[in-house]
């Protein structure tokens, strides 16, 4: 398998996973948007339809993804799953992991934390861990301003910067929004 670069803004380099029949491992470098992900989706479609069962998705070179690139991955696991196949991603850097959280789609996709533990979730060993809040439930959370009401959101707790008003706001682990 050859390294495949698209639209100089995503290289994908294909990998062996040893003691893995039918798996691979896919290195992503790059970003994944609405410019690049049709051939993003073309290419992996097409290793899909090769007979490969598991894909494991290497995301530590992913430094930024849209939501177009999040279905992308949406649609490889339906395909995956409707070949009695799977996927897991693991590596995700912290903004593109937000990103996964604030459209809710770590409760549909296998994240591990390394290659090692991907194969264990995929070979259905471990369980997945995910993000260890007792409150995760009310994250991504939109709220008002406390300041000047308009609505905002938030994928965790933390301190903000209102994008109206641009006060700053602390958002709890309850999800109470206050002054600064």
Known sequence: MEEITIKDSLKITPMVVDGAENTVQLVLNGYLDTYNSPDFQSHIN??????????????NGLNYISSTGIGAFTAFLKMMK?????MALFGLQKKVMEVFQLLGFTKFFKIATDLDNSLQL??????????SSEDESIFPLIFECPHCGKKLKTSKPGKFRCNGCKEVIVVDENGKAQQA
Do not use: A, V, Y
């Open 46 to 59: 097409n290793l899909i339809n090769t007979g490969i069962q598991c894909i494991i998705f290497n995301c």
């Open 82 to 86: 409707s070949k009695n196949g799977d």
């Open 122 to 131: 995929l070979q259905g060993g471990i369980s997945e861990e995910k993000p």
